[in-house]
């Protein structure tokens, strides 16, 4: 070959082939295992319609294929998926790719506010508590952090709802935007940021416990190392010693777990999304599951499997960045 | 100003006196247009068409946009798109005429093609429970363009029909329909009616959208500018909006029933079950007769014995509920009667009758063993089981909760018949026939849901449901219908053990609200909203 390949691209290549037979299997198990939950879409539709006739519900099981064999449908769905043809979706009548993409910007949004906020303000108080370990502050911002971990999701959104919402009347209790008040420009924009206050904050306090209590264990343990003791003795500054050799490497396992989260970026969010009625991946994915909608769940794992792909791609090549040891090979 | 003011104090004084005089006080208001209607649903529809899913849910939303021919008003039937409609003799022929000046969203006017197609081709074919009701219509002829004809292969009761209409007769446009797959319409998620509201815009997920129709045909209505319906699944979330004012109505037990008594207290919120007469279900005790023990009657009974209806009546259903007197309602009119056989709260009794039926307590302190299927439909229902499952600890016998979601119950109780005995509530759609007889009827195929699937059969049941089902007689078919109950309370294929209509909480900022049978399915072209 004359034409010499990034060695980047390349780790990235061989990356990618073998992440493929990690999703076929993926779908495939999914796929099986879904089918285990008793009942279909059509018993769901039924049983929200309130009752229907034999023949109504052997016709919409023939239209929707569910009267084929399980390997019949699993057959049909792979080769479709094949071509990135995700399906139709028969709860809402749309292609499950729209469905997908409707949800997706919601969801992101969602998940990257709160992550960055609970990344942030983690490793910030987690380094904080670690340089003052056994202080009062340590023991306050340890206990808060416990705290807001100890408290459930479901909780801590109704709660805020029930000050914010109900008895001050600041905060719209839910959903993305003001229906019927046709906001648009810098209003729009306003308006959804308001409706994103709560749940971000829901989301990312629980958050920021995690990346707290990590960040704090990272700092204590480097903080001893041999290396920070040798720099302190040349006389580095706190502050350069601080940031240059300990936050520095105290990082690693923090960016590990930011990368396991990210991974959870579509599920984690269920209980907040379905209480705040954001119209998101989480709500979504718990819809389908009640309403059997198997097409649209199977897209909404085959995204996660292809985001989770990604981050750990991603998340080495941050390590290689942070910590020039690792090699990517 | 403070004249309104006053007026406003006045009606919020009598809603605390008298909440059921509420109503009536707030009729009396001045009327104030304009206002966008903010409505709780709790889950999210698939279709927005009601003449292709018959459901309380779908015409909560398309009741504002698609009318019915006919519509229930509490003083009776009403003239929607059809003005006056008549039976021949042989009950074979109905003649229907419709309203003259009634254009489609899009400006077709409406004519009898639309109904003679909606009939034959959804109402027939593809509209569940319409198609059991509509399985002897032959044609519908259309003499002129405002007259329709319904002819049937066998005798069909107008009251039945007529009963059946505000539910089962929405048309729909035939020039958007015809010569398209019915069931792949984009118009089934987006519906162009003739109602007071047009559709503007369904986000899944979130909400539906829909504005005033100025070409409506009652003259200077409705009076709202907008109705949005909001989906919220999470029902503390849901009493949280209400509480905030982000949400007007929530309807059909939609918040938590600890949430339906604090609403009741609060005077910012009028709370009951008024405008759910046609709405009317029965939490039930269904038995499996496939297994031995259930099948024996003596069995049946005495466990009837050991519920305490009143108690479950006040602690489950906050008192908003009635026992249960078989299979009719006593909103079933004419067609109910309470002068049937009872099972009082009586322990001692139901245990005498269980010992003398041959199952007395064995070693491990029961009689025998119960693996019960409690429908998911709503909370109570869910707590409806814990209930009889402590009950009938009383009287020796376990019960075990299996708990499933909707389509495992589905398939647990319907299809695969693997359960002893379960319970969920079924609602009563205006007649008997198109509705709580397929409780009792056999011969249903197999894994229909919402069916007698308990392995129960008595031919003369069946005899008397047929028969009652083609009678013309009104009075004639009531009294079928008083004999079918006391069987149904004598033989207890399945306890229809409690009668509960559906309760709406609704902010006091709306008026002439819950003022029909059926309100949260009507139209609501006469709902305004005091801004």
Same mark, same amino acid.
């Given at each position: 070959m004359t034409l010499r390949m990034p060695p980047i691209l390349i780790y990235a290549l061989r990356r990618l082939l073998q992440a493929i037979p990690v999703v076929v299997l993926i779908m495939i198990g999914t796929f099986l295992l879904l089918k285990l939950a008793p009942g279909d879409t059509v018993d769901a539709l039924v049983g929200d319609m309130g009752g229907a006739d034999a023949a109504f519900i052997a016709r919409l099981r023939a239209e929707y294929g569910l009267d084929q064999p399980i390997w019949v449908q699993l057959w049909r769905y792979m080769t479709k998926l094949a071509t990135f043809d995700f399906g139709w979706s028969f709860v809402y009548e749309q292609p499950v790719s729209t469905v997908l993409m409707d949800r997706l910007g919601t969801t992101l949004l969602l998940m990257a506010a709160s992550l960055s906020i609970a990344f942030t303000a983690g490793i910030t108080l987690g380094a904080i508590a670690a340089r003052r370990a056994y202080s009062v502050t340590d023991n306050l911002i340890s206990i808060l952090g416990l705290v807001f971990y100890a408290t459930p999701s479901f909780f801590l959104s109704l709660m805020l709802m029930l000050v914010f919402s109900v008895k001050l009347g600041w905060l719209p209790v839910g959903g993305i935007k003001t229906i019927a008040a046709f906001y648009t420009g810098w209003d729009h924009v306003w308006d959804v940021a308001r409706h994103l206050i709560m749940p971000t904050a829901a989301l990312s306090l629980i958050y920021l416990a995690f990346y707290l209590r990590l960040m704090r264990a990272s700092v204590m343990e480097v903080a001893d190392l041999d290396?920070?003791?040798?720099?302190?003795?040349?006389?580095?500054?706190?502050?350069?010693?601080?940031? %240059? %050799?300990?936050?520095?490497?105290?990082?690693? +396992?923090?960016?590990?777990?930011?990368?396991?989260?990210?991974? &959870?970026?579509?599920?984690?969010?269920?209980?907040?999304?379905?209480?705040?009625?954001? +119209?998101?991946?989480?709500?979504?994915?718990?819809?389908?599951?009640?309403?059997?909608?198997?097409? &649209?769940?199977?897209?909404?794992?085959?995204?996660? @499997?292809?985001?989770?792909?990604?981050?750990?791609?991603?998340?080495?090549?941050?390590?290689?960045?942070?910590?020039?040891?690792?090699?990517? @090979? | 100003m403070t004249l309104m003011k006053k007026r406003a104090g006045l009606a919020l004084a009598l809603t605390g006196a008298l909440s059921s005089a509420a109503f009536m006080a707030s009729a009396q208001e001045e009327v104030q247009k304009g206002g966008t209607a903010i409505i709780h649903m709790i889950s999210e529809q698939r279709i927005l068409n009601p003449g292709l899913r018959a459901s309380t849910g779908v015409y909560n939303i398309t009741g504002k946009i698609m009318e019915p021919l006919i519509d229930k008003s509490y003083d009776g039937y009403e003239p929607v798109l059809a003005t006056e409609w008549t039976g021949s003799d042989d009950g074979k022929t109905i003649t229907l005429k419709l309203r003259d000046g009634v254009n489609w969203h899009d400006g077709e006017p409406f004519t009898c093609d639309d109904v003679a197609f909606s009939a034959i081709e959804l109402w027939k074919k593809l509209l569940n429970y319409s198609s059991a009701l509509q399985a002897n219509l032959e044609s519908v002829d259309c003499p002129d363009p405002l007259t329709a004809v319904f002819n049937y292969s066998k005798p069909m009761p107008i009251e039945l029909f007529v009963a059946a209409m505000p539910d089962l007769g929405h048309p729909v446009p035939k020039h958007l329909y015809e010569g398209t797959d019915i069931l792949k319409s984009e118009y089934n998620t987006a519906p162009v009616g003739t109602g007071p509201f047009k559709f503007v815009e369904y986000e899944r997920g979130q909400y539906v959208l829909a504005e005033k129709n100025e070409d409506y045909w009652r003259e200077g209505f409705p009076y709202l500018d907008r109705i949005v319906w909001r989906f919220i699944k999470d029902k503390s979330a849901a009493a949280a909006a209400l509480e905030a004012g982000e949400v007007h109505e929530s309807g059909f037990i939609g918040v938590s029933m600890a949430d339906v008594e604090r609403f009741s207290k609060d005077e910012r919120f009028d709370v009951g079950t008024k405008g759910y007469e046609n709405n009317v279900a029965h939490s039930t005790v269904e038995f499996n007769h496939r297994n031995p023990i259930m099948a024996d009657l003596q069995v049946r009974q005495a466990m009837y014995h050991g519920l305490d209806i009143d108690y479950a009546i006040n602690t489950i259903m906050h008192g908003f509920a009635e026992p249960g007197r078989g299979p009719v309602p006593s909103a079933g009119g004419l067609n109910y009667t309470d002068d049937v056989p009872t099972y009082d709260y009586d322990p001692e009794l139901a245990k005498t009758l269980l010992d003398e039926a041959g199952y007395p307590v064995k070693d491990d302190g029961y009689r025998f063993q119960l693996r019960h299927r409690p429908a998911p439909w709503g909370e109570y229902t869910q707590l409806w089981a814990e209930y009889f499952s402590q009950a009938m600890k009383e009287i020796d016998i376990d019960v075990q909760i299996l708990t499933n979601d909707a389509p495992g119950f589905l398939n647990g109780v319907y299809r695969d018949h693997d359960f002893d005995t379960a319970n969920g509530w079924h609602q009563f759609r205006s007649d008997p026939a198109v509705s709580t007889m397929v409780w009792l009827r056999s011969g249903q195929p197999e894994g229909t849901p919402w069916t007698n699937q308990f392995g129960w059969k008595s031919d003369e049941i069946d005899a008397m449901i047929d028969a009652a089902a083609s009678e013309l007689d009104v009075e004639k078919r009531a009294a079928m219908y008083h004999e079918i109950q006391v069987k149904a309370m004598e033989e207890l294929p399945v306890i229809f053990a409690i009668e509960h209509p559906f309760i709406s909480v609704t902010s006091t900022k709306l008026h002439n609200h819950h003022n029909t049978p059926r309100w949260n399915s009507s139209s609501w072209y006469d709902l305004w909203l005091e801004q």
């Open positions: 290396y920070v003791r040798t720099a302190r003795a040349k006389g580095a500054r706190e502050g350069r010693l601080m940031i %240059h %050799h300990i936050m520095r490497n105290a990082l690693l +396992p923090v960016i590990t777990l930011l990368g396991l989260q990210f991974s &959870t970026v579509l599920g984690g969010s269920i209980v907040v999304e379905t209480i705040f009625t954001l +119209p998101g991946l989480g709500q979504l994915a718990y819809q389908s599951v009640v309403q059997r909608d198997m097409n &649209t769940l199977m897209g909404i794992i085959f995204l996660c @499997a292809i985001i989770v792909v990604v981050v750990n791609f991603l998340t080495d090549l941050l390590y290689a960045r942070l910590d020039s040891r690792i090699e990517l @090979a | -």
